[in-house]
């Protein structure tokens, strides 16, 4: 069994390049990722939490009820 190392995209992400060619230590595509933990600053991929909340509108309603299911529904007009 041979043992392969992998290391993480710790320069970040670099689109500049093709994938045979692409500089060390960079991903061609990375989406909230960051490459340090904030607390201690050691080298661990993790995800980027949010700056701002996804919706402004309370998803719940005004009871602060859990949302338990969300669904899609398609309406069609007959003419």
Do not use: H
């Amino acid at each position: 069994m041979q043992t392969i190392k992998l290391y993480g995209p710790m320069k970040g992400k670099n689109s500049n390049w093709s994938a045979s060619t692409q500089p060390e230590f960079t991903s061609p595509d990375m989406n909230n990722v960051r490459p340090r933990s904030v607390l201690d600053n050691r080298a661990i991929i993790g995800q980027r939490p949010g700056l701002k909340k996804a919706y402004q509108v309370c998803l719940g309603g005004a009871s602060n009820l859990p949302v338990v299911s969300i669904t899609q529904v398609t309406t069609v007009e007959v003419a």
